[in-house]
Each structure stands twice: as C-alpha cells, then as structure tokens.
C-alpha cells in the first residue's frame, strides 16, 4: 500500500487510533482496499479476530465489503494456516508440549469452536500423522477414544499426543477434558499405544503469557 494510502487510511478515525502493526494494516489493505482495512482492524483489534469473524459479521462492520473481498480473506487466512502446519516437518521429534503447541496453533487460531488433533509418532517421538479427530462447539468437544486408537493403530504409532483448542482463550482445562484424558490414557496402555500428554491451545494472549496447557505437567497424567 502507498504511503499516501495509509496516510489518507489514518486520517479518517482520528478519535480511535488504529493498532501500530502497519504491517498488518498494509497486508490486509492489499486484500480488501485501505479504508476497508482500516475499519476491520479498528474494530476487531487483530488479523487474527478478522479471520475467526465470519462473512455476515464482516459485512455488517464494513457495508463497502463486497462477497469477493470475504472470499478473498478466507482464502488468504487459509492459505497462511496450511502455509504454517507445514513447519514442522516429521524429522523434528516432539520434545515438550511446546512443540505440539506449535504443531497446531495456526490451524486452531481461526477457529471459534474446539477442535480434537491427533499427533501419532514413532519411537524417537518424529510426527508420522496428524488428524482432526472430531469437532466439537464451542465449549464442548466429544473425545472419541474408538477412533483415536483406529487412526492410531493404523498408523502404528509408537505413542500419541492429543491437542485441543479452547476460543474462549483460557487453556485451562476442564474437568471433562481431565477426566477424558484419563481415559484415553488409561486404553492406551491396554493397547500398548500410550498418550504421552494432552496440549490444549488457546488464541494467542497480547500480554504474551503462554497460550497452552499441558495435562501431563499440570499433573493429570504421569511422567513419559
């Protein structure tokens, strides 16, 4: 975008200042034109609320915001999410729960309800698949404990992780989520296919705090 652009984009909300990332605002006005930028950002503070807003809640902040502009951000965010999922190639063992975090954060930043990923590895912990299990709402999720010893079985898995998100951007875990833990842990070890920790993700914090939780270092599930 031209200086001049994001100049004339400033000038028009004078009272509400827009966020300092200008690279934000630059990127997205490419997408759907500065003033139409500028409103979505002053409204929902980040890329990424935009890209967890969907099309009728778009429109209804932005009149001048055509059907090609929103499909143009929903490819655009979804390009970067897939884009993302493929930095961590299976090479890179899975050391701590930070590294499962990372696996999934970019897919789980979008979304507005939770979402189950299963991350089988093999014996040196290298990812040998990653799988949506089942999408829950948007506080609720089913842990299908049948499926994920399919997928993971068939994949011969030497062990597994679990990851969910939570969009309510608290990553603490609920007592369904300890007690479905529990479970699935304890058929794993029937099954000579344990689960090794359970990560669940929440939309990254501005004040930069952690934005996961992990059951195995909150004490729910015992050492590896």
Do not use: W
């Not at 969907?54 to 999410?81: G, M, N, P």
């Amino acid at each position: 975008m031209e200086d001049s652009e994001l100049t004339r984009s400033r000038r028009a909300f004078p009272l509400n200042p827009l966020p300092h990332d200008t690279k934000s605002l630059a990127i997205l006005a490419n997408l759907v034109g500065p003033m139409n930028a500028a409103i979505l950002l002053r409204h929902f503070g980040s890329l990424t609320a935009i890209g967890r807003a969907d099309a009728l809640e778009l429109q209804a902040i932005v009149a001048a915001l055509t059907d090609r502009h929103v499909a143009t951000l929903s490819s655009a965010f979804a390009l970067a999410a897939h884009v993302s999922n493929e930095r961590l190639p299976a090479k890179n063992a899975i050391v701590g729960p930070a590294d499962v975090a990372n696996l999934v954060r970019e897919e789980f930043r979008l979304l507005s309800k939770e979402r189950l990923k299963l991350i089988a590895v093999d014996v040196k912990n290298h990812p040998i698949r990653i799988v949506t299990v089942s999408d829950g709402q948007q506080d609720s999720l089913t842990f299908d404990q049948r499926e994920i010893f399919r997928i993971s079985l068939h994949a011969k898995a030497n062990s597994i992780f679990l990851a969910h998100n939570h969009p309510s951007c608290d990553p603490t875990p609920s007592r369904s989520d300890i007690e479905a833990t529990k479970m699935i842990h304890r058929a794993g070890r029937l099954l000579n296919v344990p689960l090794i920790d359970h990560i669940i993700v929440a939309p990254p914090a501005r004040d930069n705090q952690t934005d996961y939780a992990s059951l195995q270092e909150l004490g729910h599930l015992p050492p590896s």
